[in-house]
């Protein structure tokens, strides 16, 4: 299995709304990442699990909380999100720390928050 | 932190012409730089990569050629076909507080005119 696997492909939420993003690859890759993209702009970074380790982008907000139940395995739990969060989130999985490797992305979930 | 411009943001050929994407970067640790292909409503996907030790590399139509003294890279694909038509982003990897990562440039949307 060469690919990484997101659900829900879409996802509509109010702003009171607790929701979850899932994240599979079972590549045996030791660094997991979720990104967003923003419309015709780059993926930005916001968490990487790399040997079990979490490192956060001090930028993203608390309202963004990722978890890690194991290696093949990365959640993304949404809580009283703001409409600006609406973006494509998308997971990606490398062999080693993404400095100098190939990342493997998802498809991704489109996220609206109305 | 590590900053990767790129040029031009959007660029259109006709088809069977090459195309030239031209990234810079401030850090001069970079040593890993890859090239991802995003065509509407898909995952990032790398076409090509090269590493700080080598000068060029290439792939059927697909080419990298890196200049570490001047801090930039370029891609150049020949003979283009209307399925090269995407956004095309350029990377180039760096460390942070975060470990290793790597940030993008913003993007050049390729139009391959038949």
């Known amino acids: 299995d060469t690919e990484v696997t997101q659900t829900p492909k879409h996802l509509v939420m109010g702003m009171t709304n607790k929701k979850s993003l899932k994240c599979e690859q079972h590549?045996?890759?030791?660094?997991m990442y979720w990104y967003k993209q923003k419309a015709k702009k780059p993926p930005e970074l916001m968490f990487v699990?790399?040997?079990?380790?979490?490192?956060i982008n001090e930028s993203v907000p608390s309202r963004f909380s990722p978890e890690c139940p194991n290696s093949s395995l990365l959640n993304l739990h949404l809580h009283a999100l703001q409409p600006e969060d609406s973006a494509l989130y998308l997971c990606?999985?490398?062999?080693?720390?993404?400095?100098?490797?190939?990342?493997?992305f998802g498809p991704g979930t489109r996220l609206t928050v109305l | 932190g590590e900053n990767v411009e790129q040029h031009p943001s959007t660029l259109s050929v006709q088809e069977g012409d090459s195309a030239v994407i031209k990234c810079t970067y401030s850090?001069?640790?970079?040593?890993?730089f890859p090239w991802y292909k995003q065509e509407l409503g898909k995952r990032p996907q790398l076409i090509i990569d090269?590493?700080?030790?080598?000068g060029e590399k290439k792939d059927q139509r697909i080419a990298v050629t890196l200049n570490k003294t001047a801090k930039h890279f370029s891609l150049h694909i020949t003979e283009t076909q209307p399925e090269d038509s995407a956004v095309y982003f350029c990377?180039?990897?760096?460390?942070?507080?975060?470990?290793?990562?790597?940030?993008f440039g913003p993007g050049t949307r390729l139009s391959v005119l038949p």
């Open positions: 990606a999985s490398s062999q080693e720390p993404q400095g100098e490797d190939e990342q493997f």
């Open positions: 590549m045996g890759h030791r660094a």
């Open positions: 699990y790399s040997y079990e380790k979490l490192s």
């Open positions: 850090d001069s640790a970079s040593n890993y």
């Open positions: 090269i590493r700080s030790n080598v």
């Open positions: 990377a180039a990897s760096f460390s942070d507080n975060y470990g290793q990562n790597f940030v």
